[in-house]
């Protein structure tokens, strides 16, 4: 019988999944028999291995199956397997999806799979040929150089598609299809990609007799809540889900000169100001001058730290809930209620969707740990997790200021995402990106009142704050960072 989507008298090859060492990889055997992965002037120590281990992983560089030491076999197949898991763990693997060649295990590639997180590994779920599947409303596929990649912020990994076949056939997933019609079409996937599309969410199964629409079918009710174009913009502008360079990295300093710090002047007779304020500076505000000597503190006087008074008279004058009132919305005689809980910040919609979560390194009076800033009761609530968990996330911090050691407190501010979403369409995240501001200089303004130091951060990693605290990364999640302490000296602004 005719294979569907082949020419008679030909028989499709089995797809063949293998994996092979990142681009910018390279594995070093050293005489001891330790095994180091260097890449991007970096080095990872993977642990001793036999000689026939270290010959073996060799294959990596070209692709090696998985399926050739998966199963139960020798000793150096087990060496190889607790190796390449190593080497996941870190993200620096890529697996391909190809059919063999010749009898051969290297043909061409059809998709190759990126981790986006480190802890990927390419998974196939079991499907029936009445399964019915559709693309996730969060998927898209791009062109990034010369390649096509299909990806979705709520993925592991990417799939870079070599095959254009294969790109067509994930056009057809916009509506939901069954594997049995997809097998009949030119350029059929095959189930093994269409089962790691599944496991990465990028695909998902449909209940045809139950399902009344694919919005609420994907997912959870706070997923529901997200639009396409936001949920994009938290994922890939914070780290965690995405393997992409990230930071101060100047990506244009060999291809265009940098913007001026000040604008050109528009042309036109200009009206002087400063004439203005200088009759007026012996009547500058308290406010005003705070104004002025905010600035950005990295180095902290780790021999006098913060103290539990100082931390709570801080969050109670920034961040503590002022005042308490609900409101019906006017929209008929069903609307629902509304709460809200105005703290000294302004907030969007006066939604205040915004969270306190405290990574204590030193503080007088406080055990070093993780803890919520309870704002409406006024109280810090600890939170358990692991030691290397805590130290990441403040490592994480000192890496992100350039400090020479970790903040005394690491505030994330985290946001309660459907908070906003609930209410707004389109502007959601920017409202909430908004709120992040005003908060950020809220803190910087009472830091400098108090007489401490404080410095705002750019980056937080999305996905190890959703293992310390267990909240799924799209219900609740951080969007911003700020380091208080006391400073050693005074600083120059930012």
């Known amino acids: 019988m005719r294979a569907p989507g082949t020419k008679r008298g030909r028989r499709t090859t089995p797809a063949t999944l293998s994996a092979r060492l990142g681009a910018h990889v390279a594995l070093e055997a050293r005489a001891d028999g330790n095994i180091v992965a260097c890449f991007n002037g970096h080095s990872v120590g993977l642990g001793k291995f036999s000689a026939g281990a270290a010959d073996r992983a060799q294959a990596l560089r070209t692709g090696l199956p998985l399926g050739a030491f998966e199963?139960?076999?020798?000793?150096?197949?087990?060496?190889?397997?607790?190796?390449?898991?190593?080497?996941?763990?870190?993200?620096?693997?890529?697996?391909?999806?190809?059919?063999?060649?010749?009898?051969?295990?290297?043909?061409?590639?059809?998709?190759?799979?990126?981790?986006?997180?480190?802890?990927?590994?390419?998974?196939?779920?079991?499907?029936?040929?009445?399964?019915?599947?559709?693309?996730?409303?969060?998927?898209?596929?791009?062109?990034?150089?010369?390649?096509?990649?299909?990806?979705?912020?709520?993925?592991?990994?990417?799939?870079?598609?070599?095959?254009?076949?294969?790109?067509?056939?994930?056009?057809?997933?916009?509506?939901?299809?069954?594997?049995?019609?997809?097998?009949?079409?030119?350029?059929?996937?095959?189930?093994?990609?269409?089962?790691?599309?599944?496991?990465?969410?990028?695909?998902?199964?449909?209940?045809?007799?139950?399902?009344?629409?694919?919005?609420?079918?994907?997912?959870?009710?706070?997923?529901?809540?997200?639009?396409?174009?936001?949920?994009?913009?938290?994922?890939?502008?914070?780290?965690?889900?995405?393997?992409?360079?990230?930071?101060?990295?100047?990506?244009?300093?060999?291809?265009?000169?940098?913007?001026?710090?000040?604008?050109?002047?528009?042309?036109?007779?200009?009206?002087?100001?400063r004439k203005v304020t200088a009759a007026a500076a012996q009547q500058i505000s308290p406010a005003a001058k705070l104004l002025r000597q905010r600035h950005s503190t990295r180095v902290f006087d780790d021999q006098r730290p913060l103290t539990l008074a100082e931390l709570s008279r801080f969050l109670d004058c920034s961040a503590r809930v002022q005042s308490k009132w609900s409101s019906r919305l006017d929209l008929g005689d069903d609307a629902p209620m509304v709460a809200y809980a105005a703290r000294p910040y302004p907030s969007g919609g006066g939604g205040w969707e915004l969270e306190l979560y405290l990574a204590v390194d030193k503080c007088e009076g406080l055990a070093r740990g993780f803890y919520h800033y309870d704002a409406g009761g006024h109280a810090l609530v600890p939170i358990g997790v692991r030691a290397h968990e805590l130290d990441a996330l403040l490592a994480g911090a000192e890496f992100a200021m350039g400090a020479p050691a970790a903040p005394q407190i690491l505030i994330t501010i985290a946001a309660r995402f459907g908070r906003m979403s609930w209410k707004y369409s389109s502007i959601a995240y920017a409202l909430i990106l908004k709120d992040v501001g005003v908060l950020t200089q809220t803190l910087y303004l009472m830091a400098t009142d108090m007489g401490l130091g404080g410095c705002a951060i750019g980056t937080a990693n999305i996905e190890l704050f959703a293992k310390m605290t267990g909240i799924e990364f799209h219900v609740e999640g951080p969007v911003g960072q700020f380091a208080i302490g006391r400073g050693t000296k005074p600083e120059a602004s930012d």
């Open 71 to 273: 199963s139960e076999g020798r000793n150096i197949e087990k060496e190889v397997q607790l190796l390449v898991r190593r080497l996941a763990g870190h993200g620096l693997l890529e697996y391909r999806l190809g059919r063999a060649r010749n009898g051969e295990h290297q043909g061409e590639d059809q998709v190759v799979i990126e981790p986006q997180v480190p802890d990927y590994w390419p998974r196939a779920p079991q499907l029936g040929e009445a399964d019915i599947l559709v693309l996730s409303r969060f998927a898209y596929l791009r062109r990034r150089g010369n390649e096509m990649v299909l990806e979705s912020p709520r993925a592991g990994a990417l799939f870079r598609i070599c095959d254009p076949k294969i790109a067509a056939a994930m056009v057809l997933l916009s509506a939901p299809q069954p594997i049995k019609r997809l097998r009949r079409q030119d350029g059929f996937p095959g189930v093994e990609l269409l089962a790691m599309l599944v496991d990465c969410q990028i695909l998902f199964k449909v209940d045809a007799a139950r399902d009344s629409g694919l919005r609420p079918a994907e997912g959870d009710d706070n997923l529901v809540l997200w639009d396409f174009h936001d949920f994009l913009f938290h994922a890939r502008s914070t780290e965690g889900r995405h393997a992409n360079p990230m930071g101060g990295v100047y990506p244009y300093a060999g291809v265009m000169a940098p913007l001026p710090a000040v604008r050109p002047r528009w042309p036109g007779k200009k009206i002087d100001l």
